[in-house]
């Protein structure tokens, strides 16, 4: 196991509707031009180490970019640092508009 959990974009709904979680899109700015998934918070992969101590670790973090290799990356990374609820979004942005769900402006 990779020290973090794979989720669909149905198991991400049922997670945003049961409870708190932080949606952190890793993209770069100039793919946020497409849209995010509602309420993410955008944090480029590059700047993403120095964001750590600004995480809580007891709530879970979903990550995604646009079809998830980068945010394997982040999750894999955050598990190390000992982020036990880290989730990568499968196939990111590009499934989630596959799927049928919007994305939308800007980052919160």
Request: hydrophobic share 35%.
């Amino acid at each position: 196991m990779q020290g973090f959990k794979e989720i669909n974009p149905d198991e991400l709904q049922d997670m945003q509707s049961v409870g708190s979680l932080r949606l952190i899109d890793i993209r770069s700015d100039a793919e946020l031009t497409r849209g995010l998934i509602q309420v993410a918070l955008h944090v480029p992969l590059s700047l993403l180490p120095g964001k750590v101590s600004e995480r809580d670790s007891t709530t879970p973090n979903v990550f995604y970019s646009q079809s998830g290799a980068r945010s394997a990356q982040a999750c894999a990374f955050f598990a190390g640092k000992g982020f036990n609820k880290s989730y990568h979004l499968q196939g990111s942005a590009s499934m989630w508009v596959r799927s049928g769900r919007p994305l939308e402006g800007r980052a919160t």
